[in-house]
């Protein structure tokens, strides 16, 4: 039996946010079975989703319960309604880890030692048991760092890719493009031969895309961005949006552009519009306002998707996912490398001032957790 903490989000009827660390115990492995003592583990934007949810952070407040901190918070009752399947429940957090190998069923002694990364929930505790043929060794010359995020970030991205492909595009466009996600899309793109227009807030964005190699790079706060921006669509032909943002005109005013892009090799007018399918993919919500559409603007052949990595994998079958996870350790120390801004302990975690800023999602604001930290 091993012995450690999990965090545990609970939100409770009344709309009460608790986020605590549990004390746990895990029984000996079984089998294929394997106990990963984690050492590192990111915050992502899906992982603050089921840490904090929609709750109010403004009502944050850490305490400490029993010699253990909690975090407390007040979920508005707007929010509250969608909700009703996570009520009362302690909900694990963390989607993906890395760390060593302590103990192992008999069928998994192979990797007794090693280090490895994983994927599957839970990943912010002291200690993780999964099966071993879930789990990816980490190669000798990355480390455990590097090895934490080698699973959201790097397969969403070559999930996008393959949406693309499939879908018969030959071009695309990205937002939040200097994102650690955004930057990894564009390194894939160069690599594959694949036209990508990276768009971005500020001047600081421009200049960090442009040294890792994107040709395409256009500032949505230069006042003339649209028509800049319809001019590369043109060059480019580009129909797959992916946009990260999800909330806003941000997506629309992208279509729109699309099709004005279209519109200028029709022969005749058509009060239809274009007959160029566009693309448009919600891939995040760093922005949690509606989605808002201007269909007048956009002619007719068009669509809006919400893209998730878990309904992709599920939809593409082990083969490609097992295509796709060789590439990320084939290239974690380059395509697929992550960088944080700073790293804390599993109790850490737990301070509301670092909840706000990556709360605020600003570029190059990456966290992660090692909880041998404390």
């Known amino acids: 039996m091993i012995y450690g903490r999990q965090m545990r989000s609970t939100i409770a009827e009344d709309g009460g946010l608790t986020v605590t660390l549990h004390d746990t115990a895990i029984d000996e492995p079984a089998n294929d079975e394997i106990i ?16 904090i949810g929609p709750a109010d952070l403004s009502t944050l407040n850490l305490t400490v319960e029993e010699g253990r901190p909690q975090l407390s ?14 009520l009362g429940l302690p909900l694990p957090v963390g989607n993906e880890g890395a760390g060593t190998v302590v103990a192992t069923g008999p069928e998994a002694t192979a990797l007794l030692g090693k280090r490895v990364g994983m994927m599957g929930g839970g990943m912010y505790a002291d200690y993780r048991k999964i099966r071993a043929p879930e789990v990816l060794e980490i190669p000798d010359h990355a480390s455990t760092a ?22 018969g595009h030959r071009a695309i466009v990205q937002t939040a493009a200097a994102s650690n996600l955004g930057q990894m899309m564009q390194k894939i793109c160069h690599s594959d031969g694949i036209a990508l227009i990276n768009i971005v807030r500020s001047k600081e964005q421009e200049s960090l895309l442009r040294d890792i190699g994107a040709e395409y790079v256009l500032n949505s706060s ?3 961005f649209i028509d800049q921006l319809t001019d590369l669509l043109d060059a480019t032909s580009a129909t797959a949006v992916f946009d990260a943002i999800g909330g806003g005109t941000q997506g629309s005013d992208i279509l729109q552009a699309m099709e004005q892009a279209a519109v200028r090799h029709m022969p005749a007018y058509n009060r239809y519009g274009s007959d160029v399918f566009r693309h448009l993919f919600l891939t995040g919500v760093l922005d949690t306002a509606p989605v808002t559409l201007r269909r007048m603007d956009l002619g007719n052949d068009w669509s809006v998707t919400s893209w998730l990595l878990f309904h992709f994998l599920r939809k593409a079958g082990p083969e490609t996912e097992r295509r796709l996870r060789q590439r990320v350790v084939d290239e974690l120390t380059t395509t697929f490398a992550s960088h944080y ?13 670092l909840i706000q800023a990556v709360q605020r999602k600003s570029t190059g604001e990456k966290v992660l957790i090692d909880p041998t930290a404390g």
Do not use: H, Y
């Open 73 to 86: 918070a007040k979920v508005p009752a707007a929010p509250l309604k969608g909700l009703r399947g996570r």
């Open 146 to 167: 590097d090895g934490a995020s080698m699973f959201i970030n790097p397969l969403t991205a070559l999930g996008l890719i393959e949406t693309a492909k499939a879908e």
């Open 36 to 51: 990963v003592r984690i050492e590192a583990t990111p915050i992502n934007p899906s992982d603050l989703s089921a840490m």
């Open 222 to 224: 230069d006042p003339d």
């Open 341 to 353: 801004s700073r790293t804390v302990g599993l109790a850490d975690a737990l301070e509301p001032e």
